[in-house]
């Protein structure tokens, strides 16, 4: 027995190592010479949008990664054309690596709560989202994500529960936003209990209480093109949106959400999140990633087009954590990158931002997650932020 215990706890020891150092090769793009144009610093004027981009789980491996497979080595996602970079420490309340209810709800009430909790403080108390707020003062707003749009992050925008699972709550809750675009999957939580699919244990149908509120409900790709009224309930598949094949994509949706926002004079604030970056991590499936990263940087492009073309719109990209330890090894020749995944969670390495518009310079530097939330919602003109409902 005392010759066989090492020798188990070393078989053990293997086998945790050899989980931890899961590595997978994915290609390196070699003939392409894709190189958009860097973004200028725009000079301080007004800002009568934002529009956040949250890359769930995005560290700088799943950027890099991205554009070596989609543009090269000396190539550049459009992501990487901004003009002003940060760095975000993401720590939650109650724990050293954040999930991304605590995460987003950083972003979205500038302050750390615990993990899994939505739109509330750790005592309960819920604090008002920048959505929520940006709503009261006249703007229209919006979510977009490739989740269900009851999902952790769109959730800490729009509803305020103690834990993230409570998505049959979330759904309802979002009934009471006001927000013009929401824009993903998760028909799972709107339908009623008894049709195929739902999660819900109760009758309620959320998506008729959303026509019945005025607002046009589409399910498909196609639907999005012939779309009229001004506000938009979009779910396109019954839990998360599917990573092959996405129909529509996250351009496509964010497009469209711009489309519909841009019409209110007073401006509005848009969060639209990359979720599923995040899920790659999660299963340790690099090309998994690479498809996510695509998918959002396509997104970004929409959004950068929209930005520069009005010149009143400020952009920021970020990300709630990082998922999956990812980095880059050594491979045997340029056409092939070695990815290594050091776990299958979250990890507590700060996480990139970047940012274009008015005010951007100002999201240079170390960052709390909190403090961005903040900083936005004073360049929304904000004044009271965050705010905590007693
Ligand atoms: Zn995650």
Redesign the pocket.
């Known amino acids: 027995m005392n010759k066989v215990l090492p020798l188990l706890i070393i078989a053990a020891l293997i086998i945790v190592n050899c989980k931890a150092q899961e590595s997978e090769t994915i290609s390196v793009n070699t003939k392409s010479t894709v190189k958009p144009e860097k973004l200028p610093l725009v000079n301080n004027g007004k800002i009568k949008n934002v529009i956040l981009m949250i890359g ?2 995005t560290g700088l491996a799943q950027l890099s990664s991205g554009q070596l497979n989609v543009v090269g080595k000396e190539g550049l996602l459009h992501l990487q054309t901004l003009p002003v970079t940060g760095l975000v420490k993401t720590y939650s309340a109650d724990n050293l690596i954040t ?2 209810a605590s995460g987003a709800t950083a972003y979205s009430c500038g302050v750390k709560t615990d993990n899994g909790m939505i739109g509330q403080l750790p005592d309960g108390k819920a604090c008002k989202t920048l959505l929520e707020l940006a709503e009261a003062k006249g703007l229209s707003t919006g979510l977009v994500s490739t989740s269900g749009v009851t999902h952790a992050t769109p959730a800490s925008f729009g509803a305020h529960v103690p834990s993230r699972s409570m998505q049959a709550e979330i759904a309802a809750q979002f009934l009471n936003t006001g927000s013009e675009v929401i824009l993903g999957g998760g028909q799972e939580y709107f339908i009623p209990h008894g049709q195929q699919g739902s999660r819900r244990t109760d009758d309620r149908n959320i998506i008729s209480e959303f026509e019945a509120l005025g607002y046009e409900y589409i399910s498909t790709a196609e639907q999005l093109g012939s779309v009229s009224s001004d506000k938009l309930l979009g779910l396109f598949s019954i839990s998360g949106m599917p990573s092959e094949g996405r129909s529509p994509t996250l351009a496509q949706m964010s497009k469209k959400a711009i489309d519909i926002l841009s019409k209110d004079q007073d401006g509005f604030f848009l969060m639209i999140e990359a979720s599923q970056i ?2 790659g ?2 299963d340790n499936d690099a090309q998994y990633v690479l498809r996510e990263v695509k998918d959002y940087d396509d997104a970004v492009k929409e959004v950068i087009d929209f930005a520069v073309e009005d010149g009143e719109t400020l952009v920021v990209l970020t990300a709630d ?1 990082e ?1 999956g330890g990812m980095t880059m090894q050594y491979s045997e020749s340029d056409e092939e990158l070695t990815i290594v995944w050091t776990t299958g969670s ?1 990890t507590g390495i700060p996480i990139p931002m970047m940012a274009y518009g008015p005010h951007a310079i100002e999201f240079s530097g170390w960052w709390e997650n909190t403090e961005v939330g903040i900083k936005i919602a004073r360049l929304l003109g904000l004044k009271d932020f965050p705010v905590i409902i007693e």
């Open positions: 769930d789980g999930d991304s995040d899920w991590g999660h954590h998922t979250h």
